[in-house]
């Protein structure tokens, strides 16, 4: 059952609605403005459905006009009518729009037309194909000389022809030539009803002796390998003759041992930090020393370089016509135009780190909103692509919901409680360190700060940030190892509470997408403690790994969450981003996977290392 059909424009006016203008019921939730919000807001346009709830949607454009048409439906149905219906009510309705007009109350009439229309067609095709199911095959049963011979299982079945009577006990056709295809040869129906081999594609090694000995019909003579092995064989003994005049060429000297003292000093071999030593007198010349933290300052883009632009691949047209067709600007695009174009730009994209999976769609979708449209005068296809990419990555990249942490820090400050934000990620991604690195932020703005030390898994993470903890001068709750995390985090709130703290930062364990039972541990800490943040900390360095990471780690945390709307991740902290010089692409993976923005870039190894995302230079970088 059809549960609604909208008609809207790019800018969100609704022209028409079935619900409204038949009278249907109102659907539940709101799974248009999640198709807006998730889909076409994010670039996923190209994608075949989008469901929500308990309805599957489905949606066209028609970008010349600038119109939407999407259509409703329940889930569980599989109404094959749908995709037909879409094009017929896109064809209608563009004749009749006018953008001045807001009312199109006759057009129901139309659309009752066109649905009835499309059912039938459906329900049509839906009896073809049953028709053709149960017609059997007709090579299923064939007759061979009087005797019946079925079809195998590699398809060698039988189509011969009936000896003597000239026809055809399966299909009724009389004076046709029927084959048998088989692994070295082909059978055909001779009048007399006997089978002759027909040797034009059998091996020639099966032709056998004609003349009372072998023929050399191209296979391999025994005589010739006896030759090649006693050639080979005195080769053989040439080269061990020559091996025995060759003198071995002299080894080269290797690295000089290194000679240790007998009593060696101890202070060539200390290397330990004089923090440890001299206590907190360094530790906070160390803090105070830093400087400011580069995520207060802000990036500037420089606008003055040149753009490169998007070769396209050899014109079919000559020169006078595309150099017509661009001034006069009324040649309207096709998806055949688009593609070399399209193509150039997903090898840009792929060579700068992006997953080749998102690279695709994101060409799709560009595709599927220039489609229709007519190329402007003085453009070029190539500029237009490139525009349009440019447009699709500035809205990707910029979060579609504010996401300001001090804000929110001082928010939950006047409602009594500490602020928490859970570091999550893989292993060896410099979780700690970039957790002390937004911790040394905080500090600069005046917020008191306090660890969560829910790594007892790792050997050695208590340690770390206990060294960090103390080089920052902030108070770090810790219980040790093997314990679990999520208990460790529930105390060091209630500790954080208790002392009046600003900030709880929570480091976990490293673990890998698939490892279950990690996975399981970090989804109970997210349901037991509810932070205010879940921030993922990600390689800037990944490729498709970024893909696979980000989507089963929010796969894991739905699956495994003992409430209904699931905590998934909130946003992405990038490390190692000073080590990419131009593959920049990893950013856009996660962003495109996961819709959440990232919030942070660590770009250095020390506490003053951690940027915002410039997402101008970021697509500026892309597209380059």
Known sequence: MLEELLIFTRGGLILWSSCRALGGAALKGSPIDALIRSCLLEERSAEASFSQDNYALKWTFH????????????????????????????????????????????????????????????????????????????????????????????????????????????????????????????????????????????????????????????????????????????????????????????????????????????????????????????????????????????????????????????????????MFQSIAGNNVLERSDLQPALKALKDRLMTKNVAEEIAEKLCESVAASLEGKKLGSFTRISSTVQTAMEDA????????????????????????????????????????????????????????????????????????????????????????????????????????????SDVVLVDTAGRMQDNEPLMRALSKLINLNSPDLVLFVGEALVGNDAVDQLTKFNQKLADMSAVPTARLIDGILLTKFDTIDDKVGAALSMVYISGAPVMFVGCGQSYTDLKKLNVKSIVKTLLK
């Open 393 to 500: 990555l500035l809205r990707i990249l910029t979060p579609w919901r504010s996401i300001d942490i001090l804000r929110d820090v001082h928010a939950a400050k006047e409602r009594g409680r500490p602020y928490v934000i859970v570091f999550i990620g893989v292993n060896g991604v410099g979780k700690s360190t970039n957790l002390a690195k937004v911790a040394y932020w905080l500090l600069q703005h005046n917020l008191s700060v306090t660890l969560a030390a829910c790594d007892t898994f790792r050997s050695g993470a208590v340690e770390q940030l206990r060294t960090h903890a103390r080089r920052l001068q902030i108070p770090i709750f810790e219980k040790g190892y093997e314990k679990d995390p999520a208990v460790v985090a529930r105390e060091a709130i209630q500790e954080a509470s208790r002392n009046k």
């Open 63 to 322: 970008n010349e006009l600038g119109l939407v048409f999407v259509v409703v439906y329940q889930r569980m149905l599989h109404l094959l009518y749908v995709d037909d219906l879409l094009a017929a009510v896109r064809k209608e309705f563009s004749q009749i729009y006018d953008p001045k007009r807001t009312n199109y109350d006759d057009f129901s009439d139309i659309f009752r037309q066109l649905h009835l229309e499309a059912e039938a067609r459906a329900e049509e095709m839906k009896k073809s194909k049953q028709a053709v199911v149960s017609r059997p095959s007709p090579a299923a049963s064939q007759k061979i000389g009087g005797r019946k011979v079925r079809g195998d299982s590699h398809g060698c079945a039988a189509g011969a022809k009936k000896g003597g009577s000239g026809k055809d006990d399966s299909d009724g056709d009389s004076g046709k030539e029927q084959h048998t295809s088989l692994a070295n040869g082909t059978f055909k129906g001779q009048e007399n009803g006997g089978l002759k081999k027909d040797n034009s594609h059998a091996s020639d090694a099966v032709k056998g002796k004609e003349n009372g000995g072998p023929r050399d019909n191209g296979a391999f003579d025994v005589n010739k390998l006896h030759k090649i092995r006693k050639k080979y064989r005195k080769n053989d003994a040439t080269d061990n003759g020559n091996k025995k005049l060759i003198k071995p060429e002299p080894k080269k000297k290797g690295k000089p041992q290194r000679v240790w003292d007998d009593a060696p000093s101890n202070e060539k071999l200390d290397f330990t930090d004089p923090a440890d030593e001299r206590g907190d007198e360094v530790t906070e010349h160390v803090a105070v020393n830093q400087g400011e933290s580069m995520m207060d300052k802000d990036d500037y883009v420089n606008s003055d370089s040149e753009e490169e632009e998007v070769e396209d691949a050899p014109k079919k047209k000559g020169w006078f016509s595309s």
